[in-house]
Nanobody
Framework: QVHLVESGGGLVQAGDSLRLSCAAS????????MGWFRQAPGKEREFVAA???????SKLVDSVQGRFTISRDNANTMYLQMNSLKPEDTAIYYC??????????????????????WGQGTQVTVSS
């Protein structure tokens, strides 16, 4: 069982930056593929970014390329650095972890059903 806790959300203006953190209750590097998703009001939860199990590979959705960066430490914390925020980035941001059998060490997962553990989410609101 993996317990995930997100933090770092808030209310900012367009163009500002935020850094989200996701702290896991266990060491995740090398074992769990990790991902960030977001859900805007009235919309489906969508993929934002992901790390492979090995931590060597990462992927960002096209809409945040060049503005967001995903990173992780050597233990149990993953980050989402969000720059040049736009009002359309407003959403609840969730981190997620996938059990080791879901993917190879170098693969990253983009589907909601690929992940087994979810945090409670952190609200990001970007005003225009």
């Amino acid at each position: 069982q993996v317990h995930l806790v997100e933090s770092g959300g808030g209310l900012v203006q367009a163009g500002d930056s935020l850094r989200l953190s996701c702290a896991a209750s266990v060491r995740t590097l090398g074992t769990y593929a990790m991902g960030w998703f977001r859900q805007a009001p009235g919309k489906e939860r969508e993929f934002v970014a992901a790390f492979s199990r090995s931590g060597d590979s990462s992927k960002l959705v096209d809409s945040v390329q060049g503005r967001f960066t995903i990173s992780r430490d050597n233990a149990n914390t993953m980050y989402l650095q969000m720059n040049s925020l736009k009002p359309e980035d407003t959403a609840i941001y969730y981190c997620a972890a996938a059990n080791p059998w879901r993917a190879g060490r170098g693969s990253f997962l983009q589907g909601r059903s690929d992940y087994d553990y979810w945090g409670q989410g952190t609200q990001v609101t970007v005003s225009s």
